[in-house]
Structures are given as C-alpha cells and as structure tokens.
C-alpha cells in the first residue's frame, strides 16, 4: 500500500548542509507527517560541522546523518523537490512540483554564519508544511 503522506525531497550539491537542515525540520515541525529525502548531486562524506552544531542548539541530532547521492528514484518517489544550488545537476521529471529556494551555502562556515541560514530554512519548511496542509509541531 502506497505512503499516504506527501514526500519530499531536499536536494543541494554536497548534501551536507542546507538540504540536511531542511529535510530534518521538516521530520521534526511536521512530526513524521511527511516522508523525507535530501541527496546531493557529489556528496560530502559528512555532515557539516557547524551544521550540526547549529541545528543542536535547536535540539535537532544530525549526527547519525550522512551524505546521499542523488538518485533519478529518489526523484521520482516525492512529490516536491526542492533544490538548493544544484543547478543543471538536479533531474528533471514531469508531474512534480520543483522549488528552488536560493540559500547562502554554509561550507566553510562557522556557527555564527550558519545561524541565520539555518532559521531562514526553518522558516521556508514551515511555510512550505502550511501549504501541504500539514499542522507544523515541534517548534
């Protein structure tokens, strides 16, 4: 029997910041009401540290995360796909809803740049949860 709740997938090019970000607000704000995916089009082989420490302090663990390929099923399996800097890397499949959200990258970054990144992202994945009809928890 098919996931009855609404899928998407986060894609940006290491798969080691943004998209980590918003693939784990949105498991936490929707509380498990949406299936989640994020890849990168050439993964990292971690995630980033200042990442990670950012999203802790919002009691969000990415710690057992790590980077994913992007797969042409993984773009097929979800109803929104919401790239992050990826450009031409990302596929493009007809019937699904594509959002670009334009995000300062946080390679490279420490913590303090990595903040007003990471609320903005909350902030887009909030909206983006209203608009799915899902009820945001968790805040």
Known sequence: ?????????????????????????????????????SAGSAPADSV??????????????????????????????????????CGDACPFYPGKRYLDWQLDDPAGQGVDAVRPIRDEIKRRVSALLEDLGIPVTGV
């Open 1 to 37: 029997m098919p996931d009855p709740r609404p899928s998407v997938l986060y894609v940006c090019v290491h798969n080691a910041g943004r998209s980590q970000m918003a693939a784990a607000y949105t498991t936490h704000l929707s509380a498990g009401r949406v299936e989640v995916r």
């Open 48 to 85: 980033n540290p200042a990442v990670r420490d950012a999203m802790l302090e919002e009691g969000i663990d990415l710690s057992a995360e790590t980077p994913k390929l992007l797969t042409p099923e993984a773009v097929q399996a979800s109803d929104v796909v919401i790239t992050m800097g």
